[in-house]
């Protein structure tokens, strides 16, 4: 049997298997040009890249510096707590994720996806802070669905605490999330997005001292993203520390003295220009900040009417009312319109053009001269001197006082106050001065505003003979190892140029005020510590008919109390400010009598016993011999 060839058969499949071969060959070239491309060519890119998926760094915050009052008591430190964060390139399907988040973090889903979404311009290897400072509940959760949570990582950061809450929050200050226009200022440029910086006060002035410098370390994770080994770490720098002239005992009692109260306290030493105690009511707690504030929290603070995150002692401008007669009688002394001895009638009333400027107490003082018109606070005596002082000749010693002008207090933020002249008037409104307003402006009403850290700061330079300190705050900022970095030496401002004379007169009708009979600040007095001080009543609205209206809160005047004791050589100045308060004398001298009292029996405590100074004379003597 014979079988023929198919000659076309045979060349087909010639055909089709060198077609095949060209095939293979185009698919080998192409497959090893490929591979010679990645690893030749961009070997050393996906290396990095691969480097980089299996170790990651993760940053180590520095403990924030602490600040400590000026016994070493710290006011502010830090506290270890966690966070959670998520990688977002670990995680394939993020929808999935989200209510297991929900569970485990105890969030509302929507906030989680507005997380994510805010996250998509970023890069997904970036870490995406779901939440801060998670409870041990929320710890213990995510620890043990760590399977389900791919991505999820838990960080222990430094935290701000502020163990003392609302004390002298107002001075302190409090941290907040930094913004996006912070970022972009020069001081900020190490900073990245969800770094908490100081937002007010000390924590603000002072932020680029207390931050310390971050550590990190070398992380190898497998390809879910969970951490396997440390391979490499850098320990954080922790920040400077602050010592504050802050006393925080007399802090206490001055929070105390204040307590339920709308206003503001400044206690200073008038020898160097420490403030040893600031309270501005109604306060807050800063640590709702440090640890993220909630909207609710936010909008209580931030929309309640009493404005509490407004420094009253710096920002709060208020008439001075009877305080300001302090200057109008240096004025007088200074300018020779009045002697010691110079009298005028006080009937009640002061009879001028078509109006009578009443005097507080209604039937009137009699004849007083101007020690018992300091004493009594008589209206009618600074009426009469007020008229022909004229307003810019009281302006002049006012401001060169220290008053209409900020006082230089570190931490800025500060109101200038406002001292009128006729021709501010002038430029302001475009009408002349009326003589009738020097009536006014003479006893601390009129356009006349005044912060309570300005008059601390020009009370005592009265105290202290002439000398006109800038407040100080911080004493010295130092190492965490204890080294001294700087130092914030006392700083006299400059020296008021009013006689002796003058100021021993005034010494001496302040203290009388506290201390005679008739004295309007009877309430300040405290047996063996001679205080000399200066009640205020400032009338906040228009008097109808001798009279404002006593039913309405905002109607009220506001109450002032200012001091040094001892009164010959004064150690502490204390002014008392208690918005709507009422009557200077009967309201803020109690208040600012707490104040004193408290400094008075620690100072006493501490002096040595007459058993202690012989024994110390007698072993200096036996030293010598």
């Keep these: 049997m014979h079988l023929k060839l198919d000659k076309n058969g045979t060349q087909e499949k010639n055909s089709a298997f060198v077609y095949a071969n060209i095939i293979i060959i185009v698919a080998l070239f192409l497959l090893f040009s490929r591979l010679w491309y990645l690893q030749i060519i961009k070997g050393e890119y996906f290396k990095n890249l691969s480097e980089n998926n299996r170790i990651r760094i993760q940053e180590i915050a520095a403990p924030r510096g602490i600040i400590y009052d000026r016994a070493g008591t710290p006011l502010v430190d830090s506290f270890p707590s966690f966070d959670v964060s998520l990688f977002r390139q670990d995680v394939p399907d993020t929808r999935s994720l989200v209510p297991l988040l929900s569970h485990a973090l105890s969030m509302s889903p929507e906030i989680i996806q507005v997380k994510l979404d805010g996250a998509k311009g970023s890069p997904a290897f970036h870490p995406l802070k779901l939440k801060a400072d998670i409870s041990r509940e929320e710890l213990a959760m995510v620890e043990t669905r760590r399977l389900d949570l791919p991505g999820v990582t838990v960080d222990m950061v430094i935290r701000r605490n502020y163990p003392h809450e609302n004390l002298a929050a107002h001075l302190i200050g409090y941290l907040g999330e930094i913004s996006q226009e912070e970022l972009e200022q020069e001081e900020f440029i190490n900073y990245k997005i969800g770094y908490y910086i100081g937002k007010y006060g000390i924590e603000q002035k002072f932020e680029l001292d207390l931050r ?149 107490k209604k039937e009137g003082h009699g004849r007083v001269n101007l020690r018992r018109a300091i004493v009594e606070s008589c209206d009618v005596y600074f009426y009469n001197l007020g008229l022909r002082l004229g307003v810019d000749r ?56 005044v912060t309570p850290l300005q008059v601390a700061c020009t009370l005592s330079a009265l105290a202290n003979g002439g000398k006109f300190y800038r407040p100080r705050i911080v004493q010295a900022i130092k190492a965490p190892h204890g080294e001294t970095l700087k130092e914030f030496p006392p700083e006299d401002a400059k020296t008021l140029y009013i006689s002796p004379e003058t100021l021993e007169i005034l010494r001496e009708a302040l203290w009388g005020v506290v201390n005679s009979p008739g004295g309007t600040g009877g309430r300040a007095r405290i047996d063996g510590f001679d205080v000399a001080g200066k009640t205020g009543t400032a009338q906040v609205v228009q008097r109808k008919e001798g009279r404002s209206e006593p039913s309405v809160t905002e109607h009220q005047d506001h ?34 009598k ?25 072993a200096a003597q036996s030293e010598r011999r």
Excluded at 234 to 252: C, M, R, S
Excluded at 595 to 613: D, G, N, T, W
Aim: glycine share 10%; charged share 20%; hydrophobic share 40%.
């Design 559 to 592: 109450a002032w109390f200012v001091c040094f004791a001892p009164a010959r050589q004064p150690q502490i100045t204390v002014v008392a400010l208690i918005e709507h308060g009422g009557h200077g004398g009967a309201v803020a001298a109690p208040v600012a």
């Design 394 to 449: 009281i302006a002049k010693y006012a401001i060169g006082l220290g008053l209409g002008k900020t006082t230089g207090f570190p931490l800025g933020n500060e109101k200038s106050g406002l001292i009128p002249t006729s021709s501010w008037k002038k430029k302001r409104f475009g009408i002349p001065w009326q003589a009738g307003e020097n009536l006014s402006i003479a006893i601390g009403q009129g356009f006349n505003l």
């Design 594 to 618: 707490k104040v004193l009292e408290y400094y008075y029996l620690r100072q006493k405590m501490k002096a040595p016993s007459p058993l202690q100074i012989a024994w110390q004379a007698s």
């Design 212 to 360: 310390g410098e971050n550590g990190g370390r070398q992380v190898e994770v497998n390809a879910l993203g969970r951490k396997l080994r440390v391979l490499g770490q850098v320990e954080p720098n922790p920040g400077n520390n602050l010592f504050l002239t802050l006393d925080i005992e007399l802090q206490k009692a001055a929070e105390e003295a204040m307590m339920d109260k709308k206003g503001a306290l400044v206690a200073m030493d008038p020898q160097n220009g420490d403030i040893l105690a600031l309270v501005s009511k109604p306060d807050f707690d800063p640590n709702l900040f440090s640890r993220g504030i909630s909207p609710k929290n936010w909008k209580r603070i931030s929309e309640n009417p009493s404005r509490p995150l407004q420094n009253r002692a710096l920002q709060g401008q208020y008439p001075p009312g009877s305080v300001y007669k302090i200057i109008t009688a240096i004025a007088g002394l200074e300018e020779k319109i009045i002697t010691p001895e110079t009298t005028f009638q006080c009937s009640g009333a002061f009879p001028f053009v078509n109006r009578d400027y009443i005097c507080w």
